[in-house]
Every structure is written in C-alpha cells, then in structure tokens.
C-alpha cells in the first residue's frame, strides 16, 4: 500500500462510517470468531474482517490484509501451532491490519486526540472515542494511510451490513463449515454493489512468514568459512533472532522493531555474538555470523540449537553445506539467559 496523502474529506467519511458502525454495536451478535471475508473494492484483495466487542472488553473492527491474512488468523484465533508456535513476539508484529478501537480518553495518542479535534469531533464517556490505527510488521502501529482509510471505511460499512443479516439469521455460519465472503461488483452508474460467497470455515494450509528454508547466496564465502573452521569442538552453539522488545526511529519518522540475533555456548553460557539489525529479513546477516563465528573459532561446533523454526529455516541449508549437525530447541537455555541480559539493558 501507498503513503498517499488522507484528504479531511476521507477522514471524515471514515468517522462517520465509525460512528454509524458504533450505534449499530454488531458485536452484540457476532462473536469475534465469526469473522468474514471481503473483497477489496480499490484493490482486489481479499481481506478478512473481524468485529471486536462481544467478550465485553475490546471494541471496534480489525481488517486483516496481505498474502498472510488468512491463515494468521486462523492461528490468532484457534491457538498458534504452525511456525510461530511459543515465539510470541514475532507474532505479534506479524500483523498486517487497519483497525479502529473505541477508547477511554486517556488511552489516546496524541495524534488521535489532534486528528479529533482537527475534523471537529467531541466525545465523552469510555469507549466513546475512535482510534484508528495501521499494523505493519516489525513496526510501531501509526495512522493509517488513505489506501488503508478507504479500506476501513468499507470493512466498517460490509460488518454493519453483516450484522443486519445476522440479526435475521441470514449470514450465520453454515454449520461453522463455511465463511461469509462479500465482493463488490460496479453497478453501471459508478456505484457498488455487492455479493455473497462462501469459502471454507478454515482455509488449507498452515501461516508460512518466511518462506522456505533460506538459501544462503554467497557459495564462495561458505567454501571459505569452512575451509578455516577444520577442527571439532566439542560444544554446542545456540542460536535465534527475533524483534527486539524496544523500537527505534525509522527513515520515516515511523518506529521500527530492529532484529536482535544472538548466538550463546550452550555449555558455559558465554555469549558468542550479538548484533541489531534494521532490515525485518535479516536472514541473510544471521548466516554471516554463523561464518565469522566460524572462521574465528577455527573449528565446527558439535551442533547447533535453534530457539524458533524461522531460525532453524534460516540455517538449516547453510548447516547442511557446511557439515553442521542442526536441531530445533524451544527452550535453548543459554540463549534463553543471554536474550534477557541483553534486553534488560535496552
């Protein structure tokens, strides 16, 4: 999506859609589990929409965008067992999403608290004032962008029709087998209509962030590192990288989540290397400390653990090639120890 300037016009056509989706409260009906697919009316994609309020505690709608969107949700709402299994973070700032909450005042940002003002708005009361946000992986949530405010306003509109339907048990879920997906059609006269589908209640297949195991490209520079590390040390080298828990600013004013990786000895705990890195695939860096590791010690280790399988993804091929036994392990402790060291001090 683009960084196109939001015009006060589009600002205002997304509060009033807000507002008018909020005097409906649709959550009072649609459990959060219970949410639909839509097609994008500017962009053709298909995103996922889900209405927030019936546990009685978040209210608002979040719409789920991007080649991920289907199946992050699938682990978001029946519990992660694919790739991010245990790894918390990572998940976290994988979503991809335009939402909008209603507050309490006082958890606003300064910058809802000004665009209110700015479009004239007053509110009073918790869970009274709208809080419109983007989510883009590995960064601090911002206001959205106007591709992402048309898409919202849209979402918000089809979840308020949702609700009309469901209040005449028209858009339930068949038998929890299969998921309300609604597409636009131009109805000749520059307008829009729309149209029902129905996919599977679960799409197949699993949430895949990094693809498949990552193939180093530099050949010659693995030829090199293991030409020097010809002797077997007897210990076992942890590995993982992942976001660090603090963001720093980015090129564009936006907050950015660097990538931690860190490599311990398994044996005595010492921390072998550490590095922050801006870029979110930072495969490529994390294979290279792998080398420089390597080529310092003069020898292989007996193995190497890896704490999360997008890690064990990245090393694997390059281990292969360099004779290096891998093994995925959750609970690396040495690694474990190191990540809290260092990150209680940032």
């Not at 009906?29 to 639909?36: K, R």
């Not at 636009?184 to 799409?203: A, C, F, K, T, Y």
Request: overall charge negative; charged content about 25%.
């Amino acid at each position: 999506m683009t960084m196109e300037t939001v015009s006060r016009a589009d600002w205002q056509q997304l509060f009033e859609t807000a507002l008018a989706f909020k005097e409906r409260a649709p959550w009072i009906d649609i459990p959060d589990a219970h949410y639909f697919a839509m097609t994008d009316p500017a962009g053709g994609e298909t995103v996922y929409c889900v209405v927030l309020g019936n546990g009685g505690i978040d209210y608002g709608l979040n719409v789920y965008y991007g080649p991920n969107a289907a199946h992050y949700l699938q682990e978001l709402t029946g519990g992660t067992s694919g790739p991010l299994a245990g790894d918390d973070r990572e998940f976290d700032l994988s979503t991809q999403a335009v939402t909008v909450s209603f507050e309490d005042r006082q958890q606003l940002e300064k910058e809802d608290y000004e665009l209110i003002r700015s479009l004239g708005y007053k509110f009073r009361g918790a869970n009274e004032w709208p809080a419109f946000r983007s989510y883009v992986p590995g960064q601090h949530s911002w206001l959205p962008n106007r591709e992402q405010v048309l898409l919202l306003a849209a979402g918000l509109e089809q979840a308020s029709g949702v609700w009309e339907r469901h209040r005449a048990q028209e858009g339930a879920p068949k038998g929890q087998e299969q998921r309300l997906h609604l597409v636009p059609h131009p109805d000749g006269n520059g307008g829009i209509v729309w149209s029902e589908e129905w996919q599977p209640w679960r799409l197949p297949g699993k949430l895949q962030l990094d693809g498949p195991p990552y193939e180093y490209p530099g050949e010659f520079r693995l030829k090199q590192a293991a030409a020097k590390a010809k002797a077997k040390l007897d210990e076992v080298w942890e590995a993982d990288y992942g976001y660090a828990p603090v963001p720093v600013a980015g090129a564009d004013g936006r907050a950015i989540y660097p990538r931690l990786l860190l490599w311990a000895n398994g044996d005595n705990g010492m921390i072998l290397g550490v590095k922050l890195a801006e870029p979110a695939d930072c495969r490529a860096l994390f294979v290279e400390q792998l080398l420089d590791l390597l080529e310092a010690a003069g020898g292989k280790p007996a193995h190497i653990d890896v704490a999360s399988r997008k890690a064990y993804q990245a090393l694997k091929p390059s281990a292969d090639k360099l004779g290096i036994a891998i093994r995925l392990n959750l609970q690396a402790a040495a690694l474990l120890h190191a990540r809290e060291a260092i990150e209680s001090g940032m």
